[in-house]
């Protein structure tokens, strides 16, 4: 099975005209993440966004993060691909290898962005679909009742959540 990073690089490829491309990848992208990457042997498209799409369920949380070295990059939303112009709903800037930016998705949608130094070259689109619900539980509870909610591992002590019924109702809860 080919990794992220492996086949990552014949898209960057693609995009740049089919010049072979390397990019940093000394560390397994995290998921959900795009990286901002070195094209070796391209002076005229130094960089890219590593992958170009990516797609995710609204809810999720999209981490750029910059694998430069010393470059000044930006994560810009716009409008549109074609004119490349700061719509103001995102616009973080990058220059440190391993600095990195986040943006939570919360509506479905397409969503382009771009970097601005490098805005003839560098640009990506995020895809956001409708939640899963085939991963969500359903829970039937009569009126009185506690209901407790918790997500696995770590993270049980910091999203423990408590709810008191007042109602018959039924609920959708995150597995």
Request: glycine content about 6%.
């Amino acid at each position: 099975m080919l990794t992220r990073a492996a086949w990552a690089i014949p898209a960057v490829a693609a995009t740049i005209g089919g010049t072979a491309a390397t990019a940093y990848n000394d560390e397994p992208a995290e998921p959900n993440e795009v990286r901002i990457i070195a094209v070796e042997g391209n002076e005229d498209m130094p960089f890219a966004f590593d992958p170009i799409e990516l797609t995710v369920e609204a809810g999720t949380t999209v981490r750029w993060r910059n694998m430069t070295d010393e470059v000044f990059h930006t994560v810009t939303f716009t409008n549109s691909l074609d004119s490349r112009v700061a719509n103001g709903v995102f616009d973080q800037s990058v220059f440190a290898r391993g600095d990195v930016v986040e943006y939570r998705f919360d509506q479905p949608g397409t969503y382009h962005y771009f970097c601005q130094p490098h805005s003839t070259f560098m640009a990506g689109t995020i895809v956001v679909t409708e939640p899963d619900e085939s991963r969500w539980a359903r829970l039937a509870v009569s009126a009185g009742a506690t209901v407790v909610v918790a997500t696995s591992g770590w993270a049980i002590w910091r999203r423990q959540r408590r709810h008191r019924v007042t109602r018959e109702s039924t609920y959708g809860v995150d597995r």
